[in-house]
């Protein structure tokens, strides 16, 4: 790796590349292979951030994946901590406003709705507590925990909500129908430690950038996609891994769609449906405008969930 690349700031994303880096060597395989003893089936051990703008650019290619082959793969999320405070400068972010206009960008390269104005209006200080909020979720709950997940992106990426600050990963918490005392106990105790634990982990298997997906099963098979990438790359490394995998057909109806996730962009609606992507904004607004699903805007694109 180049020095320049060394030197890359974390929340600058490299839409070429579709990875937001860290600092440090080359990914190493050795420690999944050391995990592959304990994996009962394909797993997606998944390196990612709250924040990850990269990480929000595959959301439509992740939840079509659990769509055809949920039923063969889990996908087991890991916190990378990608912003760990403000006492740095590099790559050209030196402070929150310096990210405002890069998330805009990065919003329209990946055709997801980002508003970078957060980062003018409420920045956060850093990405461990909705990290830690993460892992807390998930010792409740590993479902609620990724809905949890998903919550606090849209807050964070959509809304411009600062999700370190407790009352809205509270709300996210509430929405999700996760325990929020509970959640408040583990994100102040246990939950410190696994997002130490993940840290831990990421640096054991090399990984520098994120999104950053080993695939991996018992028999010693494994494959890495790293960075943003269509759908296809996720696909192949999971035949890969596993050639005898089917993948399962699915209803790509609207109604179908909604009722199994409850707000898509156009672009994932077009990325699950089928829908050519210059026709699936005029199919939601229909929908809108007959009263079966709402739509939040933001300056970079919107997101409709079903009333």
Known sequence: MNNDKIKNNPLLCDPKTGICEM????????????????????????????????????EPQLRKLKLEYGAHIEIEYRMGGLLPDWSYNSGGIGKPSDVASHWDEVSVYYDMPIDGDLWLEDPLDSSYPPSIAYKAAQ????????LFMREIREMVFLQKKNIAKWEH???AARNVGLDVA???SDFEGRAKTLFQDDLKTAREYGVRGFPTIFVVDNDGNKETVYGARPY???EMAILKTNPNILKSEYSKNWESLFATYP?????EFSELSGTPR????NVLNELTAKGSLEKLST????????K
Do not use: H, R
């Open 23 to 58: 600092p440090g060597e080359d990914m190493q395989d050795s420690t999944v292979e050391k995990a592959q003893a304990t994996v009962k089936s394909v797993k997606l051990v998944y390196f990612t951030d709250p924040i990850c703008s990269s990480c929000w650019g595959i």
């Open 139 to 146: 010792m409740q709950d590993k479902e609620k925990a990724n």
């Open 169 to 171: 990963l509270a709300t």
């Open 182 to 184: 509970q959640l408040k």
């Open 232 to 234: 296809a790359f996720y």
């Open 263 to 267: 707000t898509l962009t156009a672009k």
């Open 278 to 281: 210059e026709e699936s904004e």
């Open 299 to 306: 300056k970079n694109g919107s997101i409709w969930k079903i």
